[in-house]
Protein backbone atom coordinates (compact mmCIF):
# COMPACT_ATOMS: atom_id res chain seq x y z
CA UNK A 1 0.00 0.00 0.00
CA UNK A 2 2.22 2.78 -0.57
CA UNK A 3 2.18 5.62 -3.23
CA UNK A 4 5.07 7.23 -3.23
CA UNK A 5 4.76 10.34 -0.95
CA UNK A 6 6.31 12.60 -4.05
CA UNK A 7 4.86 15.97 -4.48
CA UNK A 8 1.98 17.07 -6.23
CA UNK A 9 4.25 17.48 -9.52
CA UNK A 10 1.77 16.63 -12.00
CA UNK A 11 3.72 13.93 -13.92
CA UNK A 12 4.71 11.75 -10.87
CA UNK A 13 0.97 11.94 -9.01
CA UNK A 14 -2.09 13.16 -9.14
CA UNK A 15 -4.95 13.73 -6.45
CA UNK A 16 -7.86 12.63 -6.72
CA UNK A 17 -10.42 14.57 -8.06
CA UNK A 18 -12.09 14.81 -4.69
CA UNK A 19 -8.57 15.85 -3.25
CA UNK A 20 -8.22 18.93 -6.00
CA UNK A 21 -11.60 20.70 -4.09
CA UNK A 22 -11.60 23.79 -3.46
CA UNK A 23 -14.65 25.20 -1.60
CA UNK A 24 -16.89 27.98 -4.28
CA UNK A 25 -14.60 26.33 -7.66
CA UNK A 26 -17.38 26.22 -10.17
CA UNK A 27 -16.97 25.48 -14.23
CA UNK A 28 -19.66 27.36 -15.20
CA UNK A 29 -20.96 30.82 -14.92
CA UNK A 30 -24.66 31.87 -14.74
CA UNK A 31 -26.37 35.18 -16.20
CA UNK A 32 -27.77 37.47 -13.89
CA UNK A 33 -31.41 37.14 -13.08
CA UNK A 34 -33.86 38.73 -15.67
CA UNK A 35 -36.33 37.85 -13.35
CA UNK A 36 -37.88 38.22 -10.28
CA UNK A 37 -36.16 36.01 -7.71
CA UNK A 38 -38.50 33.54 -5.92
CA UNK A 39 -38.76 32.34 -2.15
CA UNK A 40 -37.22 28.85 -2.31
CA UNK A 41 -40.52 27.72 0.14
CA UNK A 42 -43.31 28.78 -2.38
CA UNK A 43 -41.31 26.46 -4.96
CA UNK A 44 -40.22 22.98 -2.69
CA UNK A 45 -41.83 21.91 0.97
CA UNK A 46 -38.97 22.23 3.42
CA UNK A 47 -39.41 18.82 4.30
CA UNK A 48 -38.06 17.98 0.77
CA UNK A 49 -35.53 19.41 0.19
CA UNK A 50 -32.13 18.26 1.49
CA UNK A 51 -30.15 19.73 4.39
CA UNK A 52 -26.71 18.68 3.95
CA UNK A 53 -24.82 20.60 1.83
CA UNK A 54 -23.88 18.09 -0.77
CA UNK A 55 -20.64 16.78 1.17
CA UNK A 56 -17.69 15.48 -0.76
CA UNK A 57 -18.90 16.51 -4.37
CA UNK A 58 -16.14 17.99 -5.71
CA UNK A 59 -16.00 21.79 -6.57
CA UNK A 60 -13.21 22.19 -9.42
CA UNK A 61 -13.12 24.20 -12.33
CA UNK A 62 -13.58 22.99 -15.89
CA UNK A 63 -9.63 23.51 -16.88
CA UNK A 64 -9.37 21.18 -13.24
CA UNK A 65 -11.28 18.94 -14.48
CA UNK A 66 -10.01 18.39 -18.06
CA UNK A 67 -6.39 17.96 -17.14
CA UNK A 68 -7.05 15.65 -14.67
CA UNK A 69 -8.86 12.95 -16.37
CA UNK A 70 -6.32 14.18 -19.47
CA UNK A 71 -3.58 13.13 -17.55
CA UNK A 72 -3.99 9.65 -15.78
CA UNK A 73 -5.89 8.87 -19.44
CA UNK A 74 -2.19 8.71 -19.98
CA UNK A 75 -0.85 6.65 -17.02
CA UNK A 76 -2.17 3.00 -18.73
CA UNK A 77 -0.40 0.80 -20.51
CA UNK A 78 -2.54 0.33 -23.96
CA UNK A 79 -2.28 -2.06 -27.02
CA UNK A 80 -1.89 1.22 -28.98
CA UNK A 81 0.96 2.50 -27.37
CA UNK A 82 2.97 -0.68 -27.30
CA UNK A 83 3.10 -4.76 -27.34
CA UNK A 84 1.51 -6.64 -24.55
CA UNK A 85 3.33 -10.06 -24.70
CA UNK A 86 0.87 -11.57 -22.42
CA UNK A 87 1.00 -15.14 -23.35
CA UNK A 88 -2.18 -16.99 -23.50
CA UNK A 89 -4.55 -14.08 -24.11
CA UNK A 90 -3.45 -13.24 -27.77
CA UNK A 91 -3.48 -9.36 -27.45
CA UNK A 92 -3.41 -8.80 -30.82
CA UNK A 93 -3.88 -4.85 -32.05
CA UNK A 94 -7.35 -3.97 -33.00
CA UNK A 95 -7.85 -2.44 -36.14
CA UNK A 96 -9.90 0.87 -36.07
CA UNK A 97 -11.63 -0.49 -38.86
CA UNK A 98 -13.19 -2.82 -36.66
CA UNK A 99 -14.34 -0.23 -34.27
CA UNK A 100 -15.93 1.94 -37.50
CA UNK A 101 -17.80 -0.96 -38.34
CA UNK A 102 -19.23 -1.72 -35.35
CA UNK A 103 -20.13 1.85 -34.61
CA UNK A 104 -22.67 2.16 -38.13
CA UNK A 105 -25.96 2.70 -36.65
CA UNK A 106 -27.89 -0.09 -38.39
CA UNK A 107 -25.82 -2.57 -36.01
CA UNK A 108 -25.05 -0.63 -32.84
CA UNK A 109 -28.44 0.92 -32.47
CA UNK A 110 -30.54 -2.36 -33.43
CA UNK A 111 -32.63 -3.74 -30.54
CA UNK A 112 -32.62 -6.89 -29.25
CA UNK A 113 -36.40 -7.35 -29.56
CA UNK A 114 -36.34 -5.95 -33.12
CA UNK A 115 -38.38 -8.51 -35.12
CA UNK A 116 -36.92 -11.06 -37.68
CA UNK A 117 -37.97 -9.10 -40.75
CA UNK A 118 -36.49 -5.88 -39.49
CA UNK A 119 -33.29 -7.55 -38.58
CA UNK A 120 -32.28 -9.40 -41.53
CA UNK A 121 -28.62 -7.32 -41.84
CA UNK A 122 -27.91 -8.16 -38.56
CA UNK A 123 -28.77 -11.74 -38.62
CA UNK A 124 -26.88 -12.21 -41.94
CA UNK A 125 -23.92 -11.54 -40.72
CA UNK A 126 -24.13 -13.55 -37.61
CA UNK A 127 -24.92 -16.37 -40.17
CA UNK A 128 -21.84 -15.41 -42.25
CA UNK A 129 -19.46 -15.53 -38.99
CA UNK A 130 -20.74 -19.06 -37.89
CA UNK A 131 -20.14 -20.19 -41.47
CA UNK A 132 -16.96 -18.72 -41.52
CA UNK A 133 -15.98 -20.12 -38.10
CA UNK A 134 -16.95 -23.63 -39.20
CA UNK A 135 -14.87 -23.47 -42.15
CA UNK A 136 -11.99 -22.13 -40.00
CA UNK A 137 -12.38 -24.98 -37.35
CA UNK A 138 -13.56 -27.89 -39.61
CA UNK A 139 -16.65 -28.24 -37.26
CA UNK A 140 -20.18 -27.23 -38.40
CA UNK A 141 -22.08 -26.21 -35.93
CA UNK A 142 -21.71 -23.01 -34.27
CA UNK A 143 -23.17 -21.02 -31.72
CA UNK A 144 -22.10 -17.87 -31.17
CA UNK A 145 -23.91 -17.32 -27.42
CA UNK A 146 -21.75 -17.78 -25.58
CA UNK A 147 -20.13 -14.51 -24.11
CA UNK A 148 -16.52 -15.40 -22.64
CA UNK A 149 -13.99 -18.40 -23.84
CA UNK A 150 -15.13 -20.07 -19.85
CA UNK A 151 -19.02 -19.84 -21.30
CA UNK A 152 -17.94 -21.20 -24.07
CA UNK A 153 -16.06 -24.16 -22.10
CA UNK A 154 -19.26 -24.50 -20.23
CA UNK A 155 -21.51 -24.80 -23.28
CA UNK A 156 -19.29 -27.56 -25.10
CA UNK A 157 -18.96 -29.47 -22.01
CA UNK A 158 -22.62 -29.26 -21.27
CA UNK A 159 -23.14 -30.41 -25.39
CA UNK A 160 -21.39 -33.49 -24.62
CA UNK A 161 -23.22 -34.40 -21.78
CA UNK A 162 -26.44 -33.92 -23.64
CA UNK A 163 -24.86 -35.90 -25.98
CA UNK A 164 -24.39 -38.94 -23.82
CA UNK A 165 -27.37 -38.98 -22.03
CA UNK A 166 -29.41 -38.82 -25.15
CA UNK A 167 -27.03 -41.44 -26.35
CA UNK A 168 -26.74 -44.19 -23.39
CA UNK A 169 -29.83 -43.23 -21.17
CA UNK A 170 -29.76 -44.39 -17.67
CA UNK A 171 -26.25 -45.84 -18.36
CA UNK A 172 -24.89 -42.24 -19.29
CA UNK A 173 -24.86 -41.76 -14.95
CA UNK A 174 -21.32 -43.83 -15.16
CA UNK A 175 -19.50 -42.05 -17.66
CA UNK A 176 -18.73 -38.95 -15.50
CA UNK A 177 -15.11 -39.02 -16.04
CA UNK A 178 -13.27 -35.78 -17.94
CA UNK A 179 -9.68 -36.08 -18.19
CA UNK A 180 -7.86 -32.40 -18.36
CA UNK A 181 -4.19 -32.59 -18.59
CA UNK A 182 -2.27 -30.79 -16.11
CA UNK A 183 -1.19 -27.60 -17.88
CA UNK A 184 -4.33 -26.67 -18.80
CA UNK A 185 -6.15 -23.41 -18.22
CA UNK A 186 -7.66 -23.30 -14.42
CA UNK A 187 -11.35 -22.54 -16.65
CA UNK A 188 -11.17 -26.23 -17.88
CA UNK A 189 -11.46 -27.92 -14.85
CA UNK A 190 -13.90 -25.17 -13.60
CA UNK A 191 -16.49 -25.31 -16.58
CA UNK A 192 -16.54 -29.88 -16.34
CA UNK A 193 -17.45 -29.09 -12.62
CA UNK A 194 -19.81 -27.11 -13.88
CA UNK A 195 -21.39 -29.57 -16.20
CA UNK A 196 -21.63 -32.53 -13.54
CA UNK A 197 -18.06 -34.05 -14.46
CA UNK A 198 -15.47 -35.15 -12.23
CA UNK A 199 -12.19 -34.62 -13.20
CA UNK A 200 -9.11 -36.57 -13.30
CA UNK A 201 -5.64 -35.10 -14.26
CA UNK A 202 -3.45 -36.69 -17.10
CA UNK A 203 0.41 -36.17 -16.77
CA UNK A 204 2.65 -33.96 -19.20
CA UNK A 205 5.61 -35.93 -20.42
CA UNK A 206 9.37 -33.86 -19.80
CA UNK A 207 8.77 -32.64 -23.71
CA UNK A 208 5.54 -30.82 -22.55
CA UNK A 209 3.28 -32.92 -24.21
CA UNK A 210 0.43 -35.48 -23.33
CA UNK A 211 1.36 -38.49 -21.75
CA UNK A 212 -0.38 -40.85 -23.96
CA UNK A 213 0.51 -44.13 -21.57
CA UNK A 214 -1.31 -42.42 -18.75
CA UNK A 215 -3.95 -41.45 -21.02
CA UNK A 216 -4.13 -44.65 -22.09
CA UNK A 217 -4.03 -45.87 -18.10
CA UNK A 218 -7.02 -43.18 -17.59
CA UNK A 219 -9.59 -44.37 -20.16
CA UNK A 220 -9.11 -47.97 -19.13
CA UNK A 221 -10.22 -47.34 -15.62
CA UNK A 222 -13.36 -46.76 -17.84
CA UNK A 223 -16.24 -44.10 -17.00
CA UNK A 224 -14.83 -41.25 -19.68
CA UNK A 225 -16.84 -39.12 -20.96
CA UNK A 226 -13.89 -37.09 -22.63
CA UNK A 227 -11.17 -35.10 -22.48
CA UNK A 228 -10.51 -31.14 -22.53
CA UNK A 229 -7.46 -30.58 -24.64
CA UNK A 230 -5.73 -27.17 -25.39
CA UNK A 231 -3.91 -27.29 -28.85
CA UNK A 232 -1.81 -25.75 -28.82
CA UNK A 233 -0.78 -26.36 -25.09
CA UNK A 234 -0.35 -24.09 -22.85
CA UNK A 235 2.94 -24.17 -22.83
CA UNK A 236 3.06 -23.34 -26.58
CA UNK A 237 3.79 -26.98 -28.09
CA UNK A 238 1.91 -28.26 -30.59
CA UNK A 239 0.09 -31.65 -29.36
CA UNK A 240 1.61 -33.61 -32.27
CA UNK A 241 0.05 -36.95 -30.87
CA UNK A 242 -3.43 -35.22 -31.45
CA UNK A 243 -4.84 -38.33 -34.04
CA UNK A 244 -4.01 -40.90 -31.60
CA UNK A 245 -5.14 -38.76 -28.42
CA UNK A 246 -8.14 -38.16 -30.02
CA UNK A 247 -9.07 -42.47 -31.41
CA UNK A 248 -7.94 -43.15 -27.61
CA UNK A 249 -10.93 -40.76 -26.15
CA UNK A 250 -13.44 -42.29 -29.43
CA UNK A 251 -12.21 -45.48 -28.70
CA UNK A 252 -12.88 -45.57 -24.67
CA UNK A 253 -16.66 -43.93 -25.79
CA UNK A 254 -15.95 -40.27 -24.92
CA UNK A 255 -15.78 -36.79 -26.96
CA UNK A 256 -12.84 -34.65 -27.45
CA UNK A 257 -13.31 -30.91 -26.39
CA UNK A 258 -10.85 -28.60 -27.68
CA UNK A 259 -9.79 -25.22 -25.84
CA UNK A 260 -9.41 -23.41 -28.89
CA UNK A 261 -7.75 -20.17 -27.19
CA UNK A 262 -4.78 -21.13 -29.09
CA UNK A 263 -6.39 -21.18 -31.88
CA UNK A 264 -3.94 -17.80 -33.16
CA UNK A 265 -1.15 -20.41 -33.61
CA UNK A 266 -3.66 -22.42 -36.18
CA UNK A 267 -5.95 -20.69 -37.76
CA UNK A 268 -5.60 -21.02 -41.95
CA UNK A 269 -3.00 -23.72 -41.11
CA UNK A 270 -4.44 -26.84 -39.73
CA UNK A 271 -8.60 -27.28 -38.67
CA UNK A 272 -9.32 -29.10 -35.24
CA UNK A 273 -12.26 -31.07 -37.09
CA UNK A 274 -9.83 -32.62 -39.42
CA UNK A 275 -7.74 -34.36 -35.90
CA UNK A 276 -10.52 -35.91 -34.62
CA UNK A 277 -11.60 -32.88 -32.09
CA UNK A 278 -15.71 -32.88 -31.55
CA UNK A 279 -16.21 -29.56 -30.02
CA UNK A 280 -13.78 -26.43 -29.33
CA UNK A 281 -14.72 -22.87 -28.14
CA UNK A 282 -12.96 -19.60 -30.19
CA UNK A 283 -11.85 -16.74 -27.99
CA UNK A 284 -13.40 -13.76 -30.52
CA UNK A 285 -11.28 -11.41 -28.08
CA UNK A 286 -8.15 -13.03 -28.49
CA UNK A 287 -7.61 -14.61 -32.17
CA UNK A 288 -9.92 -12.75 -33.79
CA UNK A 289 -9.08 -9.41 -32.82
CA UNK A 290 -11.73 -8.10 -30.42
CA UNK A 291 -11.01 -6.03 -27.97
CA UNK A 292 -10.13 -7.75 -24.23
CA UNK A 293 -8.71 -7.19 -20.84
CA UNK A 294 -10.64 -4.45 -18.30
CA UNK A 295 -13.56 -7.13 -18.37
CA UNK A 296 -15.24 -6.03 -21.17
CA UNK A 297 -17.79 -8.28 -23.45
CA UNK A 298 -16.10 -11.21 -24.75
CA UNK A 299 -17.59 -13.95 -27.18
CA UNK A 300 -16.82 -17.57 -26.61
CA UNK A 301 -18.37 -19.10 -29.67
CA UNK A 302 -18.66 -22.63 -29.53
CA UNK A 303 -18.42 -24.93 -32.43
CA UNK A 304 -18.61 -28.84 -32.67
CA UNK A 305 -19.81 -31.86 -35.00
CA UNK A 306 -23.19 -32.59 -36.81
CA UNK A 307 -24.05 -34.91 -34.39
CA UNK A 308 -23.61 -32.66 -31.40
CA UNK A 309 -25.32 -29.76 -32.95
CA UNK A 310 -28.52 -30.81 -31.87
CA UNK A 311 -27.94 -29.70 -28.63
CA UNK A 312 -26.01 -26.39 -29.65
CA UNK A 313 -27.80 -23.38 -27.42
CA UNK A 314 -30.91 -22.05 -28.85
CA UNK A 315 -32.02 -20.10 -30.78
CA UNK A 316 -29.92 -21.08 -33.93
CA UNK A 317 -29.57 -18.52 -36.81
CA UNK A 318 -30.26 -20.04 -40.11
CA UNK A 319 -30.79 -19.12 -43.54
CA UNK A 320 -34.15 -20.23 -44.75
CA UNK A 321 -34.54 -19.72 -48.53
CA UNK A 322 -33.42 -16.15 -48.80
CA UNK A 323 -34.76 -14.95 -45.42
CA UNK A 324 -32.42 -15.47 -42.07
CA UNK A 325 -34.57 -17.02 -39.40
CA UNK A 326 -34.04 -17.38 -35.72
CA UNK A 327 -34.98 -21.15 -35.03
CA UNK A 328 -36.16 -22.06 -31.91
CA UNK A 329 -37.06 -25.33 -32.72
CA UNK A 330 -34.42 -28.08 -31.50
CA UNK A 331 -36.04 -30.08 -28.88
CA UNK A 332 -32.78 -31.69 -27.46
CA UNK A 333 -30.90 -27.94 -27.03
CA UNK A 334 -29.25 -27.40 -23.83
CA UNK A 335 -31.05 -24.20 -23.83
CA UNK A 336 -29.90 -20.61 -23.37
CA UNK A 337 -26.54 -19.46 -22.18
CA UNK A 338 -27.10 -15.97 -22.78
CA UNK A 339 -29.47 -12.99 -22.93
CA UNK A 340 -30.89 -12.33 -26.65
CA UNK A 341 -28.07 -14.03 -29.45
CA UNK A 342 -24.28 -13.20 -27.57
CA UNK A 343 -22.32 -9.73 -27.61
CA UNK A 344 -23.14 -9.15 -31.33
CA UNK A 345 -20.92 -5.77 -31.21
CA UNK A 346 -17.72 -8.51 -31.07
CA UNK A 347 -19.29 -10.69 -34.03
CA UNK A 348 -19.10 -7.36 -35.77
CA UNK A 349 -15.92 -7.21 -35.28
CA UNK A 350 -14.87 -10.50 -35.81
CA UNK A 351 -16.23 -10.58 -38.78
CA UNK A 352 -14.62 -7.37 -40.01
CA UNK A 353 -11.31 -8.80 -39.15
CA UNK A 354 -11.77 -11.84 -41.18
CA UNK A 355 -12.69 -10.08 -43.81
CA UNK A 356 -10.11 -7.43 -44.01
CA UNK A 357 -7.47 -10.34 -43.60
CA UNK A 358 -8.93 -12.58 -46.34
CA UNK A 359 -8.03 -16.46 -46.45
CA UNK A 360 -5.13 -15.85 -47.49
CA UNK A 361 -4.55 -13.09 -44.99
CA UNK A 362 -5.62 -15.00 -42.09
CA UNK A 363 -3.07 -17.97 -42.69
CA UNK A 364 -0.19 -14.71 -43.16
CA UNK A 365 -1.50 -13.76 -39.51
CA UNK A 366 -1.10 -17.45 -38.28
CA UNK A 367 2.26 -18.04 -39.54
CA UNK A 368 3.84 -14.56 -38.48
CA UNK A 369 2.53 -15.38 -35.44
CA UNK A 370 4.37 -18.23 -34.86
CA UNK A 371 7.25 -17.27 -36.65
CA UNK A 372 7.97 -13.60 -34.03
CA UNK A 373 7.30 -16.19 -31.00
CA UNK A 374 10.04 -19.03 -32.14
CA UNK A 375 12.13 -15.94 -33.24
CA UNK A 376 11.78 -14.63 -29.42
CA UNK A 377 12.84 -18.42 -28.35
CA UNK A 378 15.62 -18.74 -30.30
CA UNK A 379 16.75 -15.05 -29.38
CA UNK A 380 16.37 -15.48 -25.93
CA UNK A 381 17.79 -19.49 -25.59
CA UNK A 382 21.04 -20.30 -23.36
CA UNK A 383 20.05 -16.48 -21.32
CA UNK A 384 16.46 -17.48 -20.16
CA UNK A 385 16.14 -21.26 -19.12
CA UNK A 386 13.62 -23.05 -21.58
CA UNK A 387 11.97 -25.92 -19.98
CA UNK A 388 11.35 -27.80 -22.93
CA UNK A 389 12.87 -28.86 -26.54
CA UNK A 390 10.14 -28.65 -29.03
CA UNK A 391 10.09 -25.36 -31.22
CA UNK A 392 7.30 -23.13 -29.87
CA UNK A 393 4.27 -21.87 -31.66
CA UNK A 394 2.39 -18.62 -31.08
CA UNK A 395 4.18 -18.30 -27.27
CA UNK A 396 7.40 -18.99 -26.03
CA UNK A 397 8.04 -20.02 -22.73
CA UNK A 398 11.06 -19.95 -20.39
CA UNK A 399 11.40 -20.41 -16.46
CA UNK A 400 13.25 -17.87 -13.73
CA UNK A 401 15.94 -20.83 -13.13
CA UNK A 402 19.18 -19.43 -14.39
CA UNK A 403 18.22 -15.88 -12.52
CA UNK A 404 16.67 -17.65 -9.36
CA UNK A 405 19.90 -18.63 -8.84
CA UNK A 406 21.22 -15.27 -8.46
CA UNK A 407 17.61 -14.48 -6.25
CA UNK A 408 16.25 -12.52 -9.03
CA UNK A 409 12.83 -14.65 -9.78
CA UNK A 410 9.93 -14.21 -12.15
CA UNK A 411 7.94 -11.49 -10.47
CA UNK A 412 11.33 -9.03 -10.48
CA UNK A 413 11.74 -9.91 -14.54
CA UNK A 414 8.26 -8.67 -14.90
CA UNK A 415 8.41 -5.82 -13.21
CA UNK A 416 11.87 -4.69 -14.17
CA UNK A 417 10.31 -4.85 -17.92
CA UNK A 418 7.96 -2.02 -16.84
CA UNK A 419 11.25 0.21 -16.35
CA UNK A 420 12.03 -0.47 -19.74
CA UNK A 421 8.42 0.44 -21.32
CA UNK A 422 7.12 -2.90 -21.55
CA UNK A 423 3.94 -4.59 -20.42
CA UNK A 424 5.46 -7.83 -18.95
CA UNK A 425 4.64 -10.95 -19.96
CA UNK A 426 2.29 -14.37 -18.04
CA UNK A 427 4.15 -15.30 -15.15
CA UNK A 428 3.58 -18.16 -13.29
CA UNK A 429 1.37 -19.39 -15.60
CA UNK A 430 0.84 -22.20 -16.56
CA UNK A 431 1.95 -23.86 -13.52
CA UNK A 432 3.61 -26.97 -14.64
CA UNK A 433 6.94 -24.63 -14.79
CA UNK A 434 8.46 -23.13 -11.93
CA UNK A 435 8.67 -19.35 -12.06
CA UNK A 436 7.19 -19.59 -16.14
CA UNK A 437 6.99 -16.89 -17.86
CA UNK A 438 4.78 -16.91 -21.32
CA UNK A 439 5.36 -14.66 -23.88
CA UNK A 440 3.25 -14.23 -26.90
CA UNK A 441 4.11 -11.32 -29.43
CA UNK A 442 1.40 -12.17 -31.35
CA UNK A 443 1.23 -11.10 -35.33
CA UNK A 444 1.23 -7.33 -34.64
CA UNK A 445 4.44 -6.76 -33.67
CA UNK A 446 7.10 -5.72 -35.67
CA UNK A 447 10.97 -7.22 -35.91
CA UNK A 448 12.25 -3.71 -34.41
CA UNK A 449 9.91 -3.75 -31.88
CA UNK A 450 10.86 -7.44 -31.04
CA UNK A 451 14.17 -6.55 -30.94
CA UNK A 452 13.74 -4.17 -28.50
CA UNK A 453 12.18 -6.08 -26.10
CA UNK A 454 14.46 -9.24 -27.09
CA UNK A 455 17.15 -6.74 -25.71
CA UNK A 456 15.26 -5.35 -22.62
CA UNK A 457 15.18 -9.53 -21.65
CA UNK A 458 18.87 -9.13 -22.35
CA UNK A 459 19.54 -6.70 -20.65
CA UNK A 460 17.68 -7.69 -17.08
CA UNK A 461 19.60 -11.13 -17.20
CA UNK A 462 22.93 -9.32 -17.35
CA UNK A 463 21.48 -6.83 -14.55
CA UNK A 464 20.46 -9.90 -12.42
CA UNK A 465 24.67 -10.79 -12.22
CA UNK A 466 25.67 -7.54 -11.60
CA UNK A 467 23.04 -5.58 -9.65
CA UNK A 468 20.32 -7.81 -8.41
CA UNK A 469 19.14 -5.23 -6.68
CA UNK A 470 18.15 -3.06 -9.44
CA UNK A 471 15.68 -5.44 -10.74
CA UNK A 472 14.30 -6.93 -7.23
CA UNK A 473 13.57 -3.95 -6.45
CA UNK A 474 11.63 -2.89 -9.78
CA UNK A 475 10.12 -1.28 -11.06
CA UNK A 476 11.73 2.56 -10.27
CA UNK A 477 10.12 4.58 -12.70
CA UNK A 478 6.37 4.12 -12.04
CA UNK A 479 4.37 5.73 -9.35
CA UNK A 480 3.48 3.15 -7.47
CA UNK A 481 5.91 0.30 -7.02
CA UNK A 482 5.16 -3.29 -5.31
CA UNK A 483 1.44 -3.56 -4.23
CA UNK A 484 -0.51 -5.86 -2.28
CA UNK A 485 -1.97 -7.84 -5.58
CA UNK A 486 -4.13 -9.40 -2.74
CA UNK A 487 -5.30 -6.93 -1.15
CA UNK A 488 -5.96 -5.03 -4.69
CA UNK A 489 -7.72 -7.58 -5.45
CA UNK A 490 -9.56 -8.78 -2.48
CA UNK A 491 -10.28 -5.40 -0.58
CA UNK A 492 -10.13 -2.58 -3.67
CA UNK A 493 -11.05 1.03 -2.28
CA UNK A 494 -13.81 2.34 -5.02
CA UNK A 495 -15.58 5.30 -3.17
CA UNK A 496 -13.35 7.67 -1.42
CA UNK A 497 -14.72 8.51 1.85
CA UNK A 498 -13.52 11.94 3.48
CA UNK A 499 -11.63 10.23 6.27
CA UNK A 500 -9.49 8.37 4.30
CA UNK A 501 -6.01 9.82 4.41
CA UNK A 502 -5.39 11.23 0.75
CA UNK A 503 -2.14 9.35 0.45
CA UNK A 504 -3.60 5.76 1.69
CA UNK A 505 -5.79 4.48 -0.66
CA UNK A 506 -4.29 2.55 -3.88
CA UNK A 507 -5.21 0.69 -5.97
C1 LIG B 1 -8.25 -17.13 -22.14
C2 LIG B 1 -8.34 -18.58 -22.01
C3 LIG B 1 -9.54 -19.19 -21.58
C4 LIG B 1 -10.76 -18.44 -21.08
O1 LIG B 1 -11.26 -17.45 -21.90
P1 LIG B 1 -12.07 -16.22 -21.26
O2 LIG B 1 -12.64 -15.52 -22.42
O3 LIG B 1 -11.08 -15.43 -20.48
O4 LIG B 1 -13.13 -16.81 -20.37
C5 LIG B 1 -9.57 -20.56 -21.56
N1 LIG B 1 -8.49 -21.31 -21.90
C6 LIG B 1 -7.33 -20.75 -22.29
C7 LIG B 1 -6.18 -21.64 -22.69
C8 LIG B 1 -7.21 -19.37 -22.35
O5 LIG B 1 -6.05 -18.81 -22.72
New binding site residues.
Given amino acids: MSIKKVTQHPSQNENLIFERSQPGRVGYMLPKLDVEEMNIDDLLPADLRRTDDLDGVPEVSEVDVIRHFTRISTWNYSIDLGMYPLG???MKYNSRLNEKVARIGGFAGLHPLAPETDTQGALELIYRLQEDLAEITGLPGVSLQPA??????MTGVMLIRAYLDARDGEASKDRRVMLIPDS??G??PASAALAGFTVKTIRSTAEGLTDLDHLKQLCDEGGVAGLML?NPN?VGIFERNIKVICETIHAAGGLVYM?G??MNALVGVARPGDMGVDVI?L?L??TFSTP?GGGGP?C?PCCCTAELAPFLPTPRIEKSGDKYVLNYNYPESIGRVKAFYGNFGMMVRALSYIYTHGAEGLREATEAAVLNARYVSKKLAGVYDEPFEADCMHEAIFSHKNQAKLGVVTLDIAKRLIDYGFHPMTVYFPLVVEGAMLIEPTESVGRSDLDAFIEAMIDIDREARETPELVTNAPHTTRIGRIDEAAAARKPVLRWKKEIDSMTHSA
Fill in positions: SCTAGAQGEAHTNTTDANHNHKHGG
